[in-house]
């Protein structure tokens, strides 16, 4: 025996031709249903068949725009925060959970998937308005003056969308964290880390990695979302979706709608990047 | 046109009963009818009023689905080469663009077009006008000791925090800017007044996107007056709310609600008939009952009390449709920029 393996003994992904073949169902149906549609997007940006960057120039020439470019990352950052700040803790408390509860409570945490993003940014538009619990309770302290609301504010979107796009950072923590060994987090006590310490120390660093990948999905999310933004933050709020919308359908400008398009993608897709290769340097960390 | 004016003059009874013979039956028996339609409320009256009067008598099945008129318009020239929607309701002039790009089929020989003014229909016979709405200012009585006057009082401090008016992507948004432009010295063609004006109240105002909000609005309690139309201010009044409508000294606007038929649709013949439906003394006078729209229609004859209560069409103002659609990219961009931040 030369420990050779003979081709038909090797695992199927290794068989020549074996990852086509795989791949070729979502592949074809994502050249259909994707890739064509946006190369035609693409060209109407362009003003094909004229050819042309006039609408390119004209949303990066001007500063409101870029305003609202600006507005929607950094609507991004900000859920990513808030999303971050409430899930991780959380999300470690359930991964950690050791309780015949546990399955219920990670249940429970997921249930505002199962309502529409539309119905639960409704529920946030009674809470905002003016007569709205929030505002009346902090209008009655006398916190804030008299024509005070968070409906149709920055804030208000920001809130909505945590709340909204909270399970997605969530669950995704929840997968990173159960998939650490709690042994690692007990060997540090061992060596006499307390136990807040031993945490962050070991299975912070470990979760690194997916803690950026659950930050990107929830970015992606809050930039590209519509309905939230759109009920929550009214005409006032200007963010690229609504523009895109707006463009789109009142105003009928096909092409500068499909370059505004094109622009988010690209700087959505370009911060992906650059996370990316963040991720595999927090990975590299850990590793050490 | 002789001919068909004496069709028309048959009646409104008579010509029901010709078309409820077999003949018309038998033309579209089984069908089923997609129209574009305002949604909510609106939308239940004109399927009663129109679209179940054209269902009982031709057999058909016809149904709307709920589309603001900007929004309508875009997913009509989506649709443009196959239509899934067979007919279009318009209340922000977009059957003009429609009309113009190709999207809509000529109406042909109706019954009851001649009976139409040709001011409140196409020259081309593309799309016509089947009801008037008067646009005007909304205040509450209890509120607002004198009832508003002019388009100039929305400047006035003691009203600061209290206001509330469509955005510019709503069509009644466009024409407050237009208005507040022609009270203080401009108009379509001069913009600026319209900009400096509303700049002045904008920071403290609520700004809201659709009819379906405005009693919402009302009855919330912090807002006091707002630009819209007599329609929203009777279903205010019906919802119990202390709201009235003034016609402003600089006029009442003039919008018209519109019918018009996709160029592709498979069901052109029945998407006709359900226009004429539209125009019908019949289908009119429901609509002037129960939504309070002023009829198209010159045959129409309503009670004195409703007739009162109606706008008068020929004592509405008329806004330059084509100089305010080719300024809208301009305007919104610009309303975009120093209102609506």
Known sequence: MDGKVEPRDRPLIQRRGAPVLLLAPVGALLLLLFVLPQAGMLAASLDAPRWSFAHYAHFLGDAHYLGVLGRSLLLGVLVVAVTLLLGLPLAYWLARLQSRWAPALLLLATFPLWISAVVRSFGWVVLLARSGLVSTALRDAGLVGRSFQLLYSMTGVVLALAQVLLPFMLLSLYGVIRAISPELERAAQNLGAGPLRAALLTTLPLAARGILSASLLVFALSVSAFATPSLVGGARVQLMSTTIYEQMTELADWPFAAAVAFILLAVVGFIAILYTRLGSGADGVARR | ?341
């Not at chain 2, 009644?172 to 010295?185: C, H, I, K, S, W």
């Open chain 2, 1 to 341: 046109m002789h001919k068909i004016g004496r069709r028309a003059a048959l009646g409104a009874l008579a010509a029901t009963a010709f078309a409820g013979s077999a003949g018309a039956q038998a033309r579209f028996q089984g069908r089923q009818l997609v129209s574009q339609g305002f949604g909510g409320p609106t939308q239940d009256v004109l399927q009663a009023v129109v679209f179940d009067v054209l269902d009982r008598r031709e057999g058909c099945k016809s149904t709307q689905v709920p589309l603001q008129s900007a929004a309508a318009f875009a997913r009509m020239r989506a649709e443009a080469a196959a239509p899934q929607l067979d007919m279009y309701q318009f209340s922000g002039g977009q059957e003009k663009l429609a009309a113009a790009e190709g999207l809509t089929a000529p109406l042909g020989q109706l019954a009851n077009l001649a009976d139409v003014p040709a001011a409140m229909k196409d020259a081309a016979g593309h799309w016509t006008t089947f009801a008037v709405i008067a646009e005007g200012i909304l205040y509450r009585t209890d509120k607002v000791k004198t009832p508003p006057r002019s388009y100039k009082d929305f400047l006035d401090p003691a009203y600061d925090g209290h206001l509330a008016f469509p955005t510019i992507t709503n069509g009644y948004g466009t024409d407050f800017l237009v208005m507040l432009a022609r009270a203080f010295g401009g108009g379509e063609k001069n913009i600026e007044p319209g900009f400096a004006a509303m700049a002045k109240f904008a920071a403290g105002a609520t700004i809201f996107r659709a009819a379906s909000e405005v009693p919402g609005l009302f009855a919330q309690g912090d807002v006091w007056i707002m630009p819209y139309d007599s329609t929203s201010a009777k279903r205010c009044k019906d919802a119990g709310l202390p709201i009235a409508f003034a016609a402003p000294e600089e006029g009442s606007v003039a919008s018209p609600c519109t019918v018009c038929v996709a160029a592709k649709s498979p069901n052109v013949e029945l998407a006709r008939a359900a226009v004429d439906q539209f125009i019908s003394v019949e289908s009119q006078t429901g609509i002037a009952e129960s939504l309070q729209w002023a009829p198209t229609n010159a045959r129409v004859r309503l009670t004195e009390a409703l007739a009162k209560q109606l706008p008068r069409p020929d004592q509405l103002v008329t806004l330059d449709m084509v100089t305010m659609t080719q300024a809208r990219p301009q305007w919104t961009e610009r309303w975009n920029r120093e209102i609506g931040h």
